[in-house]
């Protein structure tokens, strides 16, 4: 079964510390994706990045860096240096895909809720 | 390009009555969707589309009916609303093939509805 756990309800940092949003998957696939959304209080969803199952190289976007181990089925996500505007949910998904290149659903972890103090 | 948009963005509702929430898209996506997000929950699937004229089952489909009778347009009904039906309701659409575009699915704004 299709399952995405994201252990930690909510963190709570000051700023300027780093901070490590973990989530791990399940899936019986050897071909998927792997996301990670923003929900500011604001509430509408802000795609982050997408990774897909045969790239394991990490990613960095300015303060923002992912890591994806397959060997432990995880894809934790990283802000450096956190800021106020960063205090937001934070979910991570994941989507199957077919053999013929359609995908599937997304299945959402339950968020992880970061609040970033001055 | 206005992408997903939502009708309404609010909602209140008494117990029993119906309403239909519509979802549009102008990117000419195949996959349509229809997710409710509650408090310390992820977005759940109620239901999707695969194509104009098709719907499905998604995780949590009781209570609610869907249909895809143009290509652009996805509606959501609740035939009878419950409390538990508060939420929020998020449409999203995407390519069938998610090679043609990174960002996998596109997610409108949001539905909150009430239900008292």
């Known amino acids: 079964a299709q399952k995405v756990t994201q252990a930690q309800t909510e963190i709570s940092v000051v700023e300027k510390e780093d901070v490590t949003l973990d989530c791990v998957y399940e899936?019986?696939?050897?071909?998927?994706?792997l996301f990670w959304y923003k929900q500011p209080p604001s509430g509408e969803l802000v795609f982050l990045i997408r990774?897909?199952?045969?790239?394991?190289q990490n990613e960095i976007s300015g303060r923002y860096s992912w890591n994806f181990q397959k060997s432990t089925s995880s894809f934790n996500f990283t802000i450096t240096a956190s800021q106020v505007v960063d205090s937001a949910v934070y979910f991570c998904?994941?989507?199957?895909?077919?053999?013929?290149?359609?995908?599937?659903?997304?299945?959402f972890g339950k968020g992880t809720k970061l609040s970033v103090k001055p | 390009n206005a992408g997903v948009t939502q009708t309404p963005k609010f909602r209140v509702l008494k117990t029993g009555q119906s309403m239909t929430l519509l979802c549009a898209q102008d990117?000419?996506?195949?996959?349509m969707y229809w997710y409710r997000q509650d408090p310390g929950m992820g977005l759940r699937l109620i239901h999707y589309?695969?194509?104009?004229?098709?719907?499905a089952k998604g995780e949590v489909p009781d209570g609610y009916n869907v249909s895809r009778l143009k290509k652009q347009n996805f509606l959501l009904g609740l035939e009878s609303a419950a409390p538990s039906q508060t939420s929020v309701y998020f449409c999203?659409?995407?390519?069938?093939?998610?090679?043609?575009?990174?960002?996998?699915?596109?997610f409108g704004p949001g539905t909150r509805l009430t239900v008292t």
């Open positions: 999203a659409s995407s390519y069938t093939t998610i090679q043609l575009d990174p960002l996998g699915q596109y």
């Open positions: 899936t019986r696939d050897t071909t998927y994706y």
């Open positions: 990774r897909n199952s045969f790239d394991e």
């Open positions: 998904a994941l989507s199957e895909v077919d053999y013929g290149g359609s995908q599937g659903n997304l299945i």
């Open positions: 990117m000419n996506h195949e996959y």
């Open positions: 589309s695969v194509g104009e004229g098709t719907t």
